[in-house]
């Protein structure tokens, strides 16, 4: 650095002041930077980023535990959560009902207890979540390439090339989905990757829609103007100013829709479009679950079947959530116009 | 900042691992099972004792049932829907009563006997004398002749032309005398004598108005214990008592049919008394139960489920018999044609365990085809395959298949039917968006590969499910039949001559041609005396038994929740309001 070479002591002192001592601000610097301001999002992608490696570990976890994701015993059905017990006995607070349960499952700790068919809820949790999570984010991936190339053509090109891709994208929304639905169970086996396929070619329709128009606004602007009255190329201009200036909206619709793809996934296990039973996934986990929350034990009248409703759905609503809030803030650091906001 | 944000993250990862590999202290095994009853089975039908009493019934009351849907026309010709034969059934007579319990045909309507031909083609019912309309009239042959010869008149369009099928003539020999001449004997057929009479003295004797009859909508002549007061569409229908009722005047005052969509709403409203009896849906019943004022009616049902295990190649469909009704050599399942792998599937299922968890306790399992709602016909002696692992086992490694090289699935190793070292590879389906259905797939899926099996199981769109049913390609399939009836005769599911690839029920492609002249045979007993039918229908069972081309899962059950208003409620699996007109209000 320049100035620490300087000889004047006043020079020097303003030289250790550390204010003065960063380095130049970039954009993607300055996105960051923000971003570690933001404890919500971060709070955000650890919890994502903690679902996505215990998902992964799933076959490793289940092999501690000792029990498959689609092993039934349908004796030991029902079982509620083992973790509270297990604190409970851990603390001395109840030694009996821990070990009780124990007992029941052979020695395996559910630690979430049972399905209706006795299988184990947190192993199914993990594996059902490589499959929601793969799917969402393969078909959300899929949905992105394809929405944001064919949208920013469209908007950014406009005349005769919008038109026509507009009369495309109106046909094939014009199309019934369940019509869609029904052919494709015709043609192919369900199966996680035609799932994916599926979902993703259908998807981008909005996602392409939505860059279209702001492409649009965008292209119109003054430095757009300014690029192209300098000789700018398309492609430059394209890369360099309009696809930037719609990343907010990307991104929020990236996430958005990643949520909704993790819904859409468990809708459509209906059609037998779904990923095949047994193989779990949070969205059918919690599907089955709907119908057994009626169940209750006839002694106590407590309800049997509340943690297989419970803990799936607060696992999907935090998820969605989790990504909806990282939309938000990568939006807040992204946006150039949110910038001199903070 | 950073770094503390990261071992939070590390913390958190950590402990969720070691939640998850945590060594266990050893389990304590307790003998004494925790009871986890998800619904009470409550398998006996309630008896009541019906003591005669000596201070005359209570009058009065009114009893209100509640509805999904509501009947579309009252004529007992032209209706098809349940909803609609409720309200009709109060008000016009038939030939032939029904067992509320067997299901049996039995003379408690208007015919009070009947004598049957030596060939069993020509029956000649008498019947009840002094029956009389509420108009006056009185109820006699013409009736009966006038509306069976409506059904088959051009000027009528009734979804009832069947009932006609088979039957040569219909003549009245005098006014309390019917002979019905047939063309062959079918006993199954009878019921079709079953509908109900209309007024014959208030229509033109053209049958020029039936179709347009003001009647239809209010039918205000009666013979039954009810007549037609007022109905408002999509809301209620009511009727009042009928003081000429020939079996005796009901003591209550009139029944209401009320419309409530809402099966919550139905249930919130019998518990409130608002209405007095409605279906259960199975997660309504711990409410209904727990309830002091209500009363839960669960009977058998007549419908079943159970995984068809198709005899025939898949790949190879062939029809049952040939043009010629000769029997056509199937080609054999290279599996399932192996009685020995029917019968360990069989042996390998946890009945209780599917019933209790899978079907939450609204089943009970049974042996064969016929089911106890048909009283006369079913055998209670035989026994339902027990869940027994060992033997299942046995049965497989006896048969030839054995897991030689230690992977968990057996291979064909000497066995009857497949290649050698064929792995024992079975296809399970379903059809997918049933919940029930899918849980018993990988539960049969997880019982049955723990002994060896290699099961595939998928849960496919209805419709595609069923065009492999139909088309025969398929190797097992979970399904069920339902509303089979108060005839015991099914041979559409098992005689040769319904194994047509694309259309028929014998989609299993069983066949035994023992088990085709049976069926003939049960059918074509001359008067159709249940005793004999019977012999014929234990045999059929038993057959069924061994040679498991179904593997029988559960029967249904059906739930009716109703009100502890009236004293002397019988209620049986084929009829609710059998003996109506004897209740009376409870003090």
Same mark, same amino acid.
């Given at each position: 650095?320049?100035?620490?070479?300087?000889?004047?002591?006043?020079?020097?002192?303003?030289?250790?002041?550390?204010?003065?001592?960063?380095?130049?601000?970039?954009?993607?610097?300055?996105?960051?930077?923000?971003?570690?301001?933001?404890?919500?999002?971060?709070?955000?992608?650890?919890?994502?980023?903690?679902?996505?490696?215990?998902?992964?570990?799933?076959?490793?976890?289940?092999?501690?535990?000792?029990?498959?994701?689609?092993?039934?015993?349908?004796?030991?059905?029902?079982?509620?959560?083992?973790?509270?017990?297990?604190?409970?006995?851990?603390?001395?607070?109840?030694?009996?009902?821990?070990?009780?349960?124990?007992?029941?499952?052979?020695?395996?700790?559910?630690?979430?207890?049972?399905?209706?068919?006795?299988?184990?809820?947190?192993?199914?949790?993990?594996?059902?979540?490589?499959?929601?999570?793969?799917?969402?984010?393969?078909?959300?991936?899929?949905?992105?390439?394809?929405?944001?190339?064919?949208?920013?053509?469209?908007?950014?090109?406009?005349?005769?090339?919008?038109?026509?891709?507009?009369?495309?994208?109106?046909?094939?929304?014009?199309?019934?989905?369940?019509?869609?639905?029904?052919?494709?169970?015709?043609?192919?086996?369900?199966?996680?990757?035609?799932?994916?396929?599926?979902?993703?070619?259908?998807?981008?329709?909005?996602?392409?829609?939505?860059?279209?128009?702001?492409?649009?606004?965008?292209?119109?602007?003054?430095?757009?103007?300014?690029?192209?009255?300098?000789?700018?190329?398309?492609?430059?201009?394209?890369?360099?100013?309009?696809?930037?200036?719609?990343?907010?909206?990307?991104?929020?619709?990236?996430?958005?829709?990643?949520?909704?793809?993790?819904?859409?996934?468990?809708?459509?296990?209906?059609?037998?479009?779904?990923?095949?039973?047994?193989?779990?996934?949070?969205?059918?986990?919690?599907?089955?679950?709907?119908?057994?929350?009626?169940?209750?034990?006839?002694?106590?009248?407590?309800?049997?079947?509340?943690?297989?409703?419970?803990?799936?759905?607060?696992?999907?609503?935090?998820?969605?959530?989790?990504?909806?809030?990282?939309?938000?803030?990568?939006?807040?650091?992204?946006?150039?116009?949110?910038?001199?906001?903070? | 900042?950073?770094?503390?944000?990261?071992?939070?993250?590390?913390?958190?990862?950590?402990?969720?691992?070691?939640?998850?590999?945590?060594?266990?202290?050893?389990?304590?095994?307790?003998?004494?099972?925790?009871?986890?009853?998800?619904?009470?089975?409550?398998?006996?039908?309630?008896?009541?004792?019906?003591?005669?009493?000596?201070?005359?019934?209570?009058?009065?009351?009114?009893?209100?049932?509640?509805?999904?849907?509501?009947?579309?026309?009252?004529?007992?010709?032209?209706?098809?829907?349940?909803?609609?034969?409720?309200?009709?059934?109060?008000?016009?007579?038939?030939?032939?009563?029904? &067992?509320?319990?067997?299901?049996?045909? %039995?003379? =408690?309507?208007?015919? +009070?006997?009947? #004598?049957?031909? *030596?060939?069993?083609? /020509?029956?000649?019912?008498?019947?009840?004398?002094?029956?009389?309309?509420?108009?006056?009239?009185?109820?006699?042959?013409?009736?009966?002749?006038?509306?069976? &010869?409506?059904?088959?008149?051009?000027? %009528?369009? =009734?979804?009832?032309? +069947?009932?006609? #099928?088979?039957? *040569?003539?219909?003549? /009245?020999?005098?006014?309390?005398?019917?002979?019905?001449?047939?063309?062959?004997?079918?006993?199954?057929?009878?019921?079709?004598?079953?509908?109900?009479?209309?007024?014959?003295?208030?229509?033109?004797?053209?049958?020029?108005?039936?179709?347009?009859?003001?009647?239809?909508? *209010?039918?205000?002549?009666?013979?039954?214990?009810?007549?037609?007061?007022?109905?408002?569409?999509?809301?209620?229908?009511?009727?009042?008592?009928?003081?000429?009722?020939?079996?005796?005047?009901?003591?209550?005052?009139?029944?209401?049919?009320?419309?409530?969509?809402?099966?919550?709403?139905?249930?919130?409203?019998?518990?409130?008394?608002?209405?007095?009896?409605?279906?259960?849906?199975?997660?309504?019943?711990?409410?209904?139960?727990?309830?002091?004022?209500?009363?839960?009616?669960?009977?058998?049902?007549?419908?079943?489920?159970?995984?068809?295990?198709?005899?025939?190649?898949?790949?190879?469909?062939?029809?049952?018999?040939?043009?010629?009704?000769?029997?056509?050599?199937?080609?054999?399942?290279?599996?399932?044609?192996?009685?020995?792998?029917?019968?360990?599937?069989?042996?390998?299922?946890?009945?209780?365990?599917?019933?209790?968890?899978?079907?939450?306790?609204?089943?009970?399992?049974?042996?064969?085809?016929?089911?106890?709602?048909?009283?006369?016909?079913?055998?209670?002696?035989?026994?339902?395959?027990?869940?027994?692992?060992?033997?299942?086992?046995?049965?497989?490694?006896?048969?030839?298949?054995?897991?030689?090289?230690?992977?968990?699935?057996?291979?064909?190793?000497?066995?009857?039917?497949?290649?050698?070292?064929?792995?024992?590879?079975?296809?399970?389906?379903?059809?997918?968006?049933?919940?029930?259905?899918?849980?018993?797939?990988?539960?049969?899926?997880?019982?049955?590969?723990?002994?060896?099996?290699?099961?595939?199981?998928?849960?496919?769109?209805?419709?595609?499910?069923?065009?492999?049913?139909?088309?025969?390609?398929?190797?097992?399939?979970?399904?069920?039949?339902?509303?089979?009836?108060?005839?015991?005769?099914?041979?559409?599911?098992?005689?040769?001559?319904?194994?047509?690839?694309?259309?028929?029920?014998?989609?299993?492609?069983?066949?035994?041609?023992?088990?085709?002249?049976?069926?003939?045979?049960?059918?074509?007993?001359?008067?159709?005396?249940?005793?004999?039918?019977?012999?014929?229908?234990?045999?059929?069972?038993?057959?069924?038994?061994?040679?498991?081309?179904?593997?029988?899962?559960?029967?249904?059950?059906?739930?009716?929740?109703?009100?502890?208003?009236?004293?002397?409620?019988?209620?049986?699996?084929?009829?609710?309001?059998?003996?109506?007109?004897?209740?009376?209000?409870?003090?």
């Amino acid at each position: 650095m320049t100035v620490a070479q300087a000889d004047s002591p006043a020079l020097a002192s303003l030289a250790a002041d550390p204010q003065l001592q960063r380095k130049p601000r970039t954009y993607w610097s300055m996105a960051l930077q923000s971003l570690r301001r933001d404890l919500v999002t971060l709070i955000a992608f650890g919890f994502l980023a903690i679902m996505a490696v215990l998902s992964l570990l799933a076959p490793v976890i289940a092999k501690s535990i000792g029990v498959g994701p689609n092993d039934t015993n349908p004796d030991n059905a029902f079982q509620q959560p083992y973790l509270g017990p297990y604190i409970q006995w851990r603390t001395g607070q109840d030694p009996i009902r821990a070990p009780l349960m124990l007992g029941k499952s052979g020695g395996v700790p559910h630690w979430l207890g049972t399905d209706q068919l006795g299988r184990d809820q947190f192993v199914r949790l993990l594996y059902g979540g490589r499959v929601s999570l793969g799917i969402a984010l393969a078909a959300a991936a899929l949905t992105l390439i394809l929405g944001v190339t064919i949208g920013s053509v469209a908007g950014f090109f406009g005349g005769a090339v919008d038109d026509l891709i507009m009369w495309f994208i109106n046909t094939l929304s014009s199309i019934p989905g369940i019509y869609l639905l029904i052919i494709v169970t015709a043609m192919f086996k369900p199966n996680p990757i035609t799932l994916t396929l599926f979902l993703g070619l259908l998807g981008w329709i909005g996602t392409a829609r939505l860059i279209r128009g702001n492409v649009f606004k965008v292209r119109a602007l003054d430095f757009v103007l300014a690029a192209r009255s300098v000789g700018t190329r398309n492609a430059r201009i394209m890369f360099q100013h309009v696809i930037p200036n719609s990343l907010p909206i990307i991104i929020v619709n990236a996430a958005i829709d990643i949520g909704s793809l993790i819904l859409a996934e468990s809708a459509l296990s209906f059609l037998g479009l779904g990923v095949q039973p047994p193989t779990a996934t949070w969205g059918s986990m919690l599907n089955r679950a709907r119908n057994l929350i009626f169940l209750r034990d006839p002694e106590t009248g407590a309800s049997l079947a509340l943690h297989l409703l419970s803990i799936p759905g607060i696992l999907i609503t935090l998820t969605v959530l989790a990504l909806y809030l990282i939309g938000d803030g990568l939006r807040d650091a992204l946006d150039p116009m949110m910038k001199n906001l903070r | 900042m950073k770094n503390r944000r990261l071992s939070v993250l590390a913390a958190l990862l950590i402990a969720a691992m070691v939640l998850a590999a945590c060594p266990q202290p050893t389990p304590v095994v307790e003998t004494v099972k925790e009871t986890v009853v998800v619904t009470q089975v409550v398998t006996q039908t309630e008896e009541v004792v019906v003591t005669p009493t000596p201070v005359p019934p209570v009058q009065g009351g009114v009893w209100v049932e509640g509805s999904s849907a509501d009947a579309t026309i009252l004529n007992p010709i032209l209706a098809s829907d349940s909803a609609s034969f409720d309200v009709l059934g109060w008000f016009f007579p038939s030939l032939l009563g029904q &067992d509320p319990f067997s299901g049996a045909i %039995v003379p =408690t309507e208007m015919a +009070a006997s009947w #004598d049957v031909s *030596e060939d069993g083609l /020509v029956w000649t019912f008498h019947l009840q004398d002094g029956v009389m309309w509420s108009d006056g009239e009185q109820v006699n042959a013409d009736d009966f002749k006038f509306t069976y &010869d409506a059904i088959g008149s051009d000027l %009528v369009e =009734t979804p009832r032309k +069947a009932n006609l #099928d088979n039957i *040569e003539s219909i003549e /009245v020999l005098d006014p309390l005398t019917i002979q019905v001449t047939y063309a062959e004997v079918k006993c199954d057929a009878l019921n079709n004598l079953g509908l109900g009479w209309l007024p014959s003295h208030l229509y033109a004797e053209d049958f020029s108005d039936v179709m347009d009859s003001p009647l239809n909508e *209010e039918p205000t002549v009666s013979a039954g214990p009810f007549i037609f007061n007022e109905w408002t569409r999509d809301d209620n229908s009511t009727v009042l008592r009928n003081d000429g009722y020939w079996k005796g005047a009901p003591n209550m005052d009139g029944w209401i049919y009320k419309i409530v969509p809402d099966p919550g709403a139905r249930l919130a409203q019998l518990q409130t008394g608002e209405l007095d009896l409605i279906g259960v849906q199975p997660e309504q019943l711990t409410t209904v139960q727990l309830d002091a004022n209500l009363n839960l009616h669960k009977f058998k049902d007549d419908g079943y489920s159970y995984i068809g295990l198709n005899q025939a190649n898949p790949a190879n469909p062939q029809a049952g018999q040939d043009e010629d009704g000769n029997l056509v050599e199937q080609d054999p399942h290279p599996i399932l044609s192996d009685l020995a792998v029917r019968q360990a599937i069989a042996h390998a299922l946890d009945y209780d365990a599917i019933i209790s968890k899978v079907y939450l306790g609204q089943g009970f399992q049974i042996a064969s085809n016929v089911l106890p709602a048909v009283g006369w016909a079913h055998d209670p002696s035989l026994q339902p395959y027990a869940f027994d692992t060992e033997l299942a086992s046995q049965i497989l490694d006896d048969a030839g298949w054995t897991d030689s090289d230690e992977d968990g699935v057996r291979e064909c190793n000497g066995c009857a039917t497949a290649e050698e070292g064929a792995t024992l590879t079975i296809r399970l389906q379903t059809n997918a968006g049933n919940t029930t259905r899918e849980d018993l797939g990988a539960l049969v899926q997880d019982q049955l590969n723990g002994i060896g099996f290699d099961i595939q199981f998928e849960a496919i769109e209805f419709g595609t499910l069923v065009g492999e049913l139909l088309g025969q390609t398929f190797d097992m399939v979970i399904i069920g039949w339902t509303g089979l009836g108060t005839d015991p005769n099914d041979d559409s599911f098992w005689h040769s001559k319904f194994d047509t690839p694309g259309s028929g029920f014998n989609f299993v492609s069983y066949q035994n041609p023992r088990i085709d002249e049976l069926l003939e045979q049960a059918v074509s007993v001359p008067g159709c005396a249940t005793e004999e039918r019977a012999t014929f229908y234990h045999e059929i069972q038993q057959i069924i038994n061994n040679d498991i081309p179904y593997v029988f899962v559960t029967g249904s059950v059906g739930n009716t929740g109703y009100s502890k208003k009236f004293n002397g409620t019988n209620p049986g699996p084929w009829s609710f309001y059998h003996n109506v007109e004897t209740w009376s209000l409870a003090q």
